[in-house]
């Protein structure tokens, strides 16, 4: 069986950049890295792109309690969505 690193590496940058760019928003608060804004499809979502932006795992902030704002509130992005690599 043939496996294409390079397909499976445009599919997890896809599947990443999606969990982007959701129009929800939520608040994720863990005791450790602080709090943060991020966009929200599920809980689950929320917590993958805190883990992103502190630099974690997200297993490291299963405890880390997320709550829904407005969806006009901003959402703090990595460097690589905002054209700073």
């Given at each position: 069986m043939y496996f294409d690193?390079?397909?499976y590496q445009k599919s997890v940058r896809r599947a990443?950049?999606?969990r982007w760019r959701v129009r929800g928003r939520a608040?994720?608060?863990h005791p450790k890295y602080g709090a943060v804004v991020v966009p929200h499809r599920s809980n689950y979502s929320a917590l993958l792109n805190?883990?992103?932006y502190w630099g974690c795992e997200?297993?490291?902030?299963r405890d880390?309690?997320?709550w829904a704002v407005s969806d006009?509130?901003?959402v703090v992005m990595p460097k690589e969505f905002c054209g700073r690599n």
């Open positions: 690193r390079n397909s990443r950049e999606e608040r994720v608060v805190a883990a992103e997200w297993t490291d902030i880390a309690e997320v006009g509130t901003a």
